[in-house]
């Protein structure tokens, strides 16, 4: 199986999922492949969000090949919401397709995105993990307390939808601190920001 650059539909639990492929120039499989999850499904989250658009343009100008999906009920993806629970399956059946033809996934997650990443990273068995305005007051992520992968965080200090204050308590939690990119004023959708994300993607070149 060749990944090629383009759109793709696979065949997940609730039906069809519908993902997304972009190559640098001169792509290497033997590279690692970033894997990315969109904000919530219900309040217009999919492949297409901007902060998962400018942080695939990052991995790509680093030479890796970068994976967007929708998720059941979003754009082509068939299904419905599912509260976190299904979405980490289609995030599964992904990660498995592109295992076909690559040994290495990095995980990355965006708000809604970066809570089924962090749920799902071991089952991925995702080599590095980027968390995105994690959202640790409305979901349950205090059981996620001992990430064994090198990781980071974005986080924006004037989030309008997750209390800053409430991801450094989390974070305080942690038995392995991540690399914590903390952006002074920064909303939560880090408008006129995403440069800076595209940056920080571009770390990782090390």
Known sequence: MTLSSGEHILQGAAGDLQL???SPV????SKPVVLL???HPLYGGSLQNKVIHMLARGFNDIGLITVRFNFRGVGKSQGEFDHGVGEADDLLTIADYLRQSIDKIWLVGF???AYVAAR????????????VAPPVTLYDMNTIN???IPWRVIQGSADEVIDPAAIKAWLDIQQQAPTLHWLPEASHFFHGRLNELREIAHEYRG
């Open 20 to 22: 997304q492929v972009d």
């Open 26 to 29: 001169q792509p290497d499989t």
């Open 37 to 39: 999850c969109h904000p």
């Open 111 to 113: 708000s809604f995105g």
């Open 120 to 131: 799902s990273y071991q089952a991925v068995q995702a080599e590095r993990l980027l968390l």
């Open 146 to 148: 001992d990430i064994q």
